[in-house]
């Protein structure tokens, strides 16, 4: 198989770890595999690159801002490379230049726009093991440009698109992927295959372990994406498609949000429109609101609700404000002590009840749902923060995620 490693910045965070990485790749070649490797900055490196940026100006050229913190990534490549060969194994460490990652012009933000495998490819074939910088590319007219933070991620499953690899580990400090937050319900339990698609969804448990820019481009560039420990020998978790999870539990985990909050707008008026006047201004103002509430219109108004993140309520806020004086809403209040609960799973697709057996789940523990939202995969409720611990035990042991 051709396997892409990516090893992260506390992988890689000192020598010792560095060679702990090396033994990992050697022992993986050894297995008969083909390996390419990208890595992350040392641990803190990043931070410490910008902060020196930061010494001279608060705004330095973000072209040399790339410059320099793609330097990182290269020092962690070339250390690993060295001591692989100091091992015995043919490496040869490339940055994002020669690893052929074009990307657009969006100094410290930018895109990957193609990949030009053929360096990497020829150093594949003469049985070398390809030690690539992540977090980095060159433009157009050939400058630096890296990928925003945590950008390592996208690189690798980039990497693994452009060489059609079997598999793209990514290595970090956690096992895998929960069927909730451990911290939460320590009898949650790791997930072994899950789509891309309830990845996505469920991205408060996985946030810390993927980015989901890195999971949209696996599922788009259909990589098979594997996030495992780079300190122990556990299996991880696969994400992969749909079709390739053969035993498809009915949910595959519950996500929690704690970042949200809700604005209850009174006395709308009830005429075409007003949704869109009202959220056409939202968007304007860059709110993202989540969910959308509307009750049966009576006497000419209505009630609308719905959620945003906690730090644009004071955007919202001022929006709403905007139509309370033109008299198009009569009172819009705001409550930052809620949060969303979700249960995720495709297998919701094909079975009923599963809506049915959340409410049930909130009405014996007698928590109020809010609001509530569904999708083809996934049923949110918008519940008081303080029950937000209870709700997600409760409904990770009605859905026997658990066992
Ligand atoms: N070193 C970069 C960062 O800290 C990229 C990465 O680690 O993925 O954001
Ligand atoms: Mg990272």
């Known amino acids: 198989m051709l396997i892409v ?3 992260g910045g506390t992988s890689v965070g000192d020598l010792d770890r560095i060679q702990n990485v090396a033994n ?3 022992k993986t070649v050894q297995e008969g595999h083909q390996v390419v490797v990208v890595v992350s900055a040392m641990s803190g490196e990043t931070n410490k690159l910008i902060a020196y940026a930061e010494h001279y100006t608060s705004t330095p050229a973000r072209d040399e801002v790339d410059m320099l913190l793609s ?3 290269r020092v962690t490549a070339a250390l690993l490379s060295i001591a692989l060969n100091a091992m015995g194994y043919k490496a040869l460490s490339m940055s994002g230049r020669a690893a052929g990652i074009v990307t657009d012009a969006v100094h410290t933000k930018a895109r990957i726009e193609h990949i030009d495998p053929s360096g990497m490819r020829s150093a594949i074939d003469e049985g070398k093991i390809v030690v690539i910088a992540g977090f980095q590319g060159v433009n157009e007219s050939g400058r630096v440009t890296t990928l925003g933070r945590g950008g390592s991620d996208l690189s690798a499953v980039a990497v693994a698109g452009a060489l059609q690899a079997d598999l793209c580990e990514i290595y970090t400090d956690v096992d895998g992927v929960y069927t909730t937050d451990p911290r ?3 009898k949650a339990k790791k997930i072994d295959r899950i789509s891309y698609d309830e990845m996505l969804e469920l991205a408060s448990l996985g946030a810390k372990v993927l980015q989901n820019r890195s999971v949209e481009l696996a599922k788009k560039l259909n990589v098979n994406l594997v996030t495992r420990s780079s300190f122990s020998d556990a299996e991880g978790t696969l994400i992969t498609k749909e079709e390739n999870i053969m035993e498809q539990p009915l949910v595959s985990g519950i996500a929690l949000d704690k970042n949200q909050a809700r604005i209850s707008m009174r006395g709308v008026a009830d005429r075409p429109g007003i949704a869109s006047d009202i959220f056409g201004a939202l968007a304007s103002a ?3 609101v989540d969910m959308i509430i509307q009750t049966v219109g009576q006497d000419g108004t209505t009630n609308l609700g719905f959620t945003v993140p906690k730090t644009e ?3 919202a806020k001022a929006v709403t404000d905007r139509f309370i004086e033109k008299n198009d809403i009569s009172a819009a209040e705001c409550d930052d002590s809620i949060c969303k609960v979700s249960i ?7 079975h009923t009840g599963v809506a049915a057996k959340a409410f049930k789940t909130m009405a014996s523990e007698n928590i109020n749902i809010m609001m509530i939202s569904t999708s083809e995969i996934k049923i949110s409720m918008v519940i008081q923060e303080k029950y937000a611990e209870l709700a997600v035990r409760s409904l990770h042991g009605a859905y ?3 066992q």
Request: hydrophobic content about 30%; cysteine-free.
């Open 184 to 186: 939460i319900e320590p």
């Open 344 to 350: 995720v799973g495709v297998g919701m697709k094909s």
């Open 313 to 315: 309520l004071g955007d």
């Open 400 to 402: 026997r995620l658990d």
């Open 71 to 73: 330097s990182g990534e």
């Open 5 to 7: 490693q990516k090893y």
């Open 24 to 26: 990992r790749v050697a």
């Open 286 to 288: 860059n709110v993202n």
